[in-house]
Nanobody, 124 residues
Framework: QVQLVESGGGLVQAGGSLRLSCAASGRTFSSYVLGWFRQAPGKEREFVAVISMSGGSTYYADSVKGRFTISRDNVKNTVYLQMNSLKPDDTAVYYC?????????????????WGQGSQVTVSS
């Protein structure tokens, strides 16, 4: 079992930056594909980004491509989401999630373990 704990959310003005971190427990961190999802009030949870086990492959939602960067440190058992040029539409609770297997899925149902979420609010 993997436990995931997000941190780094907060309030930022449009155009600003934030970096989310997600620390994982367990010795097999490097064997998990890791993803970031978000959920805004009244909306369904949506895919943001995913990274492969080695960190060599990434995939992004069109809405964040070019502004967000996902990365991971398999020594520190942590995955990051660097968010630049933030927009009010990026306001949501952000979740990290993990799955076994090598597929970089953008489907939330493919992920078995989830963090508790971190609020990101972007003011205009």
């Amino acid at each position: 079992q993997v436990q995931l704990v997000e941190s780094g959310g907060g309030l930022v003005q449009a155009g600003g930056s934030l970096r989310l971190s997600c620390a994982a427990s367990g010795r097999t961190f490097s064997s998990y594909v890791l993803g970031w999802f978000r959920q805004a009030p009244g909306k369904e949870r949506e895919f943001v980004a995913v990274i492969s086990m080695s960190g060599g492959s990434t995939y992004y939602a069109d809405s964040v491509k070019g502004r967000f960067t996902i990365s991971r440190d398999n020594v520190k058992n942590t995955v990051y989401l660097q968010m630049n040029s933030l927009k009010p539409d990026d306001t949501a609770v952000y979740y990290c999630a993990s799955r076994t297997g090598g597929v970089l899925s953008d489907q939330s149902r493919a992920y078995a373990y989830w963090g508790q979420g971190s609020q990101v609010t972007v003011s205009s």
